[in-house]
């Protein structure tokens, strides 16, 4: 097979997979739980952590003790590909929700399955309502107990670095008062990238690093706040992905 048709292959394999997986889980989903709630996300990631042994894809993950912070808290992590719902789903702790573009809403099953598992749906192209989406889930994740995950770069990238960061997630903790917990996946490139139309079985190592408080932070400290996460999640990343070098000179 020629590698532009292996990789067409296998990622449509992979969107087969959401969808039919995505409306079984509905249906689990509905019969346990009944409704949207973020219970939920636990049945979903039953499904999906059983999607990896079909890529050849295996997980080395460090750092979960760093999830067990009391109360809610604010998760984020580099963003590469769609393949990144596997890794979210291998080490999703419990009562989290993740924020995710409103498009993701009208993929089919796939949708109803994040509407279910209680995805905080946004309008990436009005700030305003993006905004306010956010400022009422800092309440409820308090009222309610629930950690939050949101992708700060707040698109996908696969070149190996972090794009900067948008500052909604951090405006969030800060008014939240919750502690932010980064976690990092290494860089994908070595086995999966659009563009070349490589996507072959690869090793994926995951980083929880440790929650930095908020507590006493105000809307003043958010720039500070992004860039301290921006700069360790940089560093994490090159290291995990075997750039020592480069660790070096983002410092
Ligand atoms: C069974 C198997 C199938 C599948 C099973 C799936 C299961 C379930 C898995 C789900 C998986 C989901 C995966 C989703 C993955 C994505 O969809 S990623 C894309 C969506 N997510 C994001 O975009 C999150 C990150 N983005 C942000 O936080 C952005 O800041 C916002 C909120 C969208 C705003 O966007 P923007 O206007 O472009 O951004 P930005 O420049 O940051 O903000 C403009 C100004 O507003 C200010 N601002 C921003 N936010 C605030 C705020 N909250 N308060 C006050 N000021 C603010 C900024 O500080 C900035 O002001 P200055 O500092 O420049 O003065
Ligand atoms: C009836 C409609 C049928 C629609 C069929 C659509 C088929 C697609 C099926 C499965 C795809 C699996 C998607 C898993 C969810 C991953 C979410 C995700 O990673 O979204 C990308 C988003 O974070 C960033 O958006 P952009 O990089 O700015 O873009």
Redesign the pocket.
């Known amino acids: 097979l020629s590698p532009t048709v292996n990789f067409a292959l296998r990622i449509s394999f992979y969107c087969a997979l959401?969808l039919v997986?995505?409306a079984l889980?509905a249906v689990a989903c509905l019969l346990v739980n009944g409704g949207r709630t973020v219970k939920n996300m636990r049945i979903?990631k039953a499904?999906?952590k059983t999607f990896k042994y079909f890529f050849g894809l295996r997980f080395e993950v460090k750092g979960l003790e760093n999830f067990k912070v009391e109360g809610p808290a604010l998760i984020v992590s580099n963003?590469q590909s769609i393949l990144d719902?596997m890794g979210?789903m291998e080490v999703l702790p419990d009562n989290c929700v993740?924020?995710?573009?409103k498009e993701?809403m009208y993929m089919g099953s796939?949708g109803l399955?994040?509407y279910l598992?209680g995805?905080i749906f946004?309008n990436?192209k009005s700030?305003s309502s993006?905004?306010m989406v956010?400022?009422e889930v800092a309440k409820t994740m308090v009222t309610e107990n629930t950690k939050v995950w949101?992708?700060?770069e707040?698109?996908r990238n696969c070149t190996g670095d972090l794009l900067p960061f948008?500052?909604?997630?951090f405006?969030?903790a800060v008014q939240a008062q919750v502690p932010v917990i980064p976690v990092v996946y290494s860089s994908f490139t070595t086995f999966y990238n659009p563009k070349t139309k490589l996507f072959t079985s690869g090793k994926i190592k995951v980083e929880i690093l440790p929650p930095i408080e908020t507590k006493g932070l105000t809307s003043d400290d958010?720039?500070d706040l992004s860039d301290r996460c921006f700069s360790t999640m940089r560093e994490t990343l090159f290291r995990l992905s075997g750039h020592p070098g480069e660790a070096k000179d983002s410092s």
């Open positions: 959401c997986v995505s889980a979903i499904f999906v963003h719902m979210l993740q924020v995710g573009k993701l796939v399955i994040m598992g995805v946004i990436r700030t993006a905004k956010m400022s949101v992708y700060p707040g698109t948008k500052k909604g997630a405006h969030l958010v720039t």
